[in-house]
């Protein structure tokens, strides 16, 4: 039986830093990179600049900033194992993780497996065709890349992430079209009045994207009203997915407390989950920023809440 102090389920970000700050508190961790339905590294490892992570003014690719944070937790000696944790036992103590070769024991848990963005499987939008060269699943994340600027931009969706968003892409874009399968929007009274209100805005009722387009980059969109089945192309710069994410986190089930969105419940101010020695950082359990930087602050305040607790039985 393989026993660990601290065992981190999850890269990314959160991992990374709690990977981090474990190792230099000598916890030994040890880290499964791999997760559920997502690359070792997390959402970043698909995001080609990054513009908005303090320390890089001139910006950096996702996968080169995931690099960087993989090989400075490495570097403190946190033990990387590139395989998914396909189930857990809290119910027993140490903790049982058990990935798809491995199975290790473990007096505390950090839980770092994010989340993903939803995305319609709409011809010209799937990887290897114009994913990250003009259609994204975050605005917040990509809308001040250069290629978005003074473009018209489409949004997927009807929701208040949908509005927000798009109302967010008015900075950067010439015109902003939120395109919506119904002839109402799903979104709240008050982020329904910032879409009517904006004068860069544009709803394109009973209407959806059927194909996207372009060359290097997307240059074109072809929607499809729903009652008439009218197909009309736009020129578009770039295309956001405002439908949604799903946490990894079902291999939790049964285990500890989970919002009913799916996302790991944790004690407000805290990485602290329903149980004892059981963190959660990063998006997993964060569904209202979703910022690589707030995984990371995060990240950091795992390593050190499980330090704790680890110190104060004896365990560390």
């Not at 981090?20 to 000598?26: D, S």
């Not at 403190?76 to 140490?94: A, I, N, W, Y």
């Not at 419940?265 to 959660?280: H, I």
Request: charge should be neutral.
């Amino acid at each position: 039986m393989r026993k660990v102090k601290l065992v981190i389920i999850g890269s990314g970000p959160a991992g990374y830093t709690a990977a981090l700050y474990a190792a230099r508190a000598n916890l030994e961790p040890l880290l499964y990179e791999g997760f559920l339905n997502g690359p070792a590294g997390g959402q970043l490892m698909t995001t080609t600049e990054v513009e908005n992570y303090p320390g890089f003014p001139e910006g950096i690719t996702g996968p080169e900033l995931m690099g960087l944070f993989r090989k400075q937790s490495e570097r403190f000696g946190t033990t990387l194992l590139v395989e998914d944790v396909v189930s857990v036992d809290f119910k027993q103590r140490p903790f049982k993780i058990t990935g798809r070769e491995t199975e290790v024991f473990a007096d505390a848990v950090i839980i770092s497996t994010g989340a993903r963005a939803k995305r319609l499987d709409i011809p010209g939008t799937r990887d290897g065709e114009f994913w990250q060269k003009g259609v994204t699943a975050c605005a917040v994340c990509d809308g001040a890349i250069p290629i978005f600027r003074n473009k018209p931009l489409f949004v997927i969706g009807g929701g208040d992430s949908a509005v927000e968003e798009g109302t967010f892409l008015t900075k950067f874009g010439s015109k902003v079209y939120i395109v919506h399968r119904r002839d109402e929007l799903r979104a709240s009274k008050i982020m329904q009045e910032r879409a009517f209100n904006n004068p860069k805005v544009e709803i394109l009722w009973d209407s959806e994207i059927v194909r996207v387009e372009g060359d290097s980059l997307v240059r074109s969109v072809v929607i499809q009203n729903i009652k008439t089945k009218q197909e009309q192309s736009h020129e578009a710069g770039g295309v956001f997915f405002a439908v949604g994410h799903i946490p990894n986190t079902a291999f939790l089930e049964g285990q500890i407390d989970l919002h009913p969105n799916g996302y790991v419940r944790v004690q407000p101010g805290t990485c602290k989950t329903s149980l004892p020695f059981v963190f959660a950082a990063g998006d997993a359990q964060d569904f209202e920023y979703r910022q690589a930087i707030t995984a990371a602050g995060t990240g950091c305040m795992a390593a050190l809440e499980a330090e704790r607790a680890l110190s104060a039985a004896g365990l560390a």
